[in-house]
């Protein structure tokens, strides 16, 4: 409706009698409109809250059978409907005259009135249209939901919507087949309900993993509706604990089932959790109004639950200058490896740094009846680092273990026989130790 704000303003001595007491009529609506004369447009804000006005008048006399008293709806649904009935009515009201308007130091006032005869004709034909409209919506949604064509059904149940928003406070029911159906309150239900009934199955409620690797083992998920598999519907699979990457959201093939594949595991955590649910990107294509309707926290979802297989951490042993055991690390090694650490030759790759020095002093010589020894003291320095934050796990020696090497020994041979007194200290100790780190 296109209003024509010209000549509007009429000069009057004093404030005429409406503008101080609201008129009262059985024929007509009255409109009234104020607006500050400090706003630019004045006149269209005025006139806008007479329309207003109007609006809010029929739409308070809501009937008994109206959408807004069949369905049961929350507060703040409810408060929206109601908003929508009385924003959208103002672009619709026609056959509205302007009778007056009014011009005080401060403020503009506007005076409308609307034929309640003309208005009674007007709506039984938008009544009558909205109802047509209303319907063909939802037979279409219902045909689309019988195809399981979950998502077009409630889009086509939300445009049914937005056509019959405006008349909402009107009964807008109709026979259909002999039987009553209020258009709206079943556009409404079939909306907020087309993820009802349903339920996620999945072919394993636990998977074995191990970190920083894909696993092989796939998740099927099948999505139902009251026992009825459902094709075409997207699903999507996501860690809700621990991190990693998923395959991307599928949609269920005919037998209802998507399946998914776990393609790296980012978190050493030991129980981690992988949840299935529907993806709800669709939610962007429909009314925007109506997105908050809908209460996507009941629609169904499946979890599994990852559980990570006991790996060695990888480590990396660097020899400090400082070794004079040569060989020890052949011999270290294999201890370390068989205590939760995985040897490899890539510093980069490793999760911790071992860093190994070796110290062998001589000392005094001791006569035997047969041959004289030398007397060797033997330190083992061993310390680990995690190589991502260089904190220091564990510092440990084995400090002067005392050999006795025969004199006639080649400084190979008597390098041999510390490097196992050594050993002997270090198979009984550091298990031990390496048990307690915080790997």
Known sequence: MTLVLIGLAQVHAQAPSWVTQRPISEEEYIGIGIA??????????????????????????????????????????????????????TAWL?????KDSYKSSDKYYVLYTLDKELYRKNSEKRQREAISKGL???????AAEDGMNLVQAMQLYGK????????????????????????????????????????????????????????????????????????NVKL????????????PTIETDYDGTAEFYITNITSKDKVQEIRISIDDSFV????????????????????VTVTLAQSATTA???????NDLEGIERNIGPVLANNYFSITEDPDAAEC?????????????????????????????????????????????VNRVKVLAPENKTAEETIAMCIREVMKRVKQDLPKKIKKMNL
Not at 285 to 291: C, E, H, Q, V
Not at 316 to 322: C, S
Not at 366 to 382: E, F, K, M
């Open 353 to 397: 740094f071992i860093d190994l020095s070796t110290i062998m002093e001589m000392g005094e010589m001791v006569t035997s009846g047969r041959y004289n020894l030398n007397t060797c003291y033997c330190t083992l320095i061993l310390k680990i680092y995690n190589n991502q934050t260089q904190q220091l796990l564990l510092d440990y020696t």
């Open 236 to 247: 999507k699979a996501e860690f809700t604990t621990g991190s990693g990457a998923v395959t």
């Open 160 to 231: 049914g919507l937005e056509a019959v928003e405006p008349w909402l406070f009107m009964d807008l029911s109709t026979r259909v087949n002999g039987m009553t159906v209020n258009v709206p309150a079943e556009l409404y239900d079939s909306y907020i309900n087309v993820f009802s009934g349903m339920a996620i199955t999945t072919n394993v409620t636990n998977i074995e993993g191990e970190a920083f690797k894909p696993v092989k083992t796939s998740i099927a998920a099948c999505l139902s509706k009251n026992g009825v598999v459902l094709p």
């Open 94 to 98: 026609e056959g509205m005259e302007l």
């Open 136 to 142: 063909d919506f939802l037979n279409k949604g219902r």
């Open 316 to 322: 990396y042993i660097y020899l400090n200058e400082q």
């Open 36 to 89: 500050s004369l400090s706003d630019d447009d004045h006149m269209k804000i005025a006139t806008q809250n007479a329309l207003s006005d109007i609006s809010s008048q029929i739409a308070t006399k809501i009937e008994n059978s109206s959408f807004l008293h069949t369905v049961d709806v929350d507060g703040r649904s409810r408060q929206m409907f109601e908003d929508k009935i009385v924003s959208s009515m």
């Open 284 to 303: 962007s294509s429909l009314p925007k109004s109506y997105r908050e309707l809908l209460n996507s926290n009941t629609w169904p979802s499946a979890k």
